[in-house]
């Protein structure tokens, strides 16, 4: 889109240069080639996208998302279409009481309330990927922050939710994979 507009800026001026100065009219021919040469590369770059290996594309026309998809490859696309890539590739979100390990900054451990009422500070790295029929769905319901919007609440809730049934003795015991599939299963619920 840069080139396009650098191409009539340059077209503008040539035409205003040679009206106000005849002597520079004999570069008027050469100007306006050069600004057609600009417009012609900034359309073509403009109708070119490449979505790279494990992520989609999703295309919005002046902000109305479109409910295709583009997959991985080379598309040819319409020079006003914006396209927003999503990775679709597994991806984690950790959340950590060690200050540089998880996504946010500081101590980011969640801390939650056992049955017999201790209160234990558990670290966790959820695993997740965007599913592709339904990312332009996500962008137009959630946007591009659904980490901060779905992810990290809905984990965090179902965490505390799920560790209001054991011990804290047996969160990090005997129960300790029973508690992870429990969480598994509530949070794939919701996702």
Do not use: W
Request: include cysteine; hydrophobic fraction near 45%; proline fraction near 2%.
């Amino acid at each position: 889109m840069v080139l396009i507009v650098l191409g009539f800026i340059i077209f503008i001026a040539i035409n205003v240069v040679v009206k106000n100065n005849p002597v520079a009219a004999k570069f008027a021919g050469a100007g306006r080639i050069l600004a057609l040469v600009f417009i012609l590369l900034g359309i073509s770059t403009a109708c070119v996208k490449q979505i790279d290996a494990g992520e989609i594309g999703v295309k919005s026309l002046f902000g109305s998302i479109q409910n295709d998809i583009m997959g991985s490859g080379l598309h040819f696309i319409n020079p006003l279409l914006d396209v927003k890539k999503l990775d679709v590739k597994t991806q984690n979100y950790t959340m950590s009481g060690v200050n540089d390990e998880g996504n946010k900054a500081g101590d980011d451990a969640i801390k939650v309330l056992t049955s017999d009422g201790l209160e234990v500070t558990i670290d966790l790295t959820v695993l997740y990927r965007v599913v592709g029929a339904d990312a332009p769905r996500l962008l137009r319901e959630t946007g591009e922050d659904y980490r901060d919007k779905i992810v990290r609440p809905i984990t965090r809730t179902k965490i505390r939710d799920n560790a209001v049934y054991y011990q804290a003795v047996d969160l990090f015991g005997s129960k300790r994979d029973e508690f992870q599939q429990r969480i598994y299963k509530s949070i794939e619920d919701d996702f």
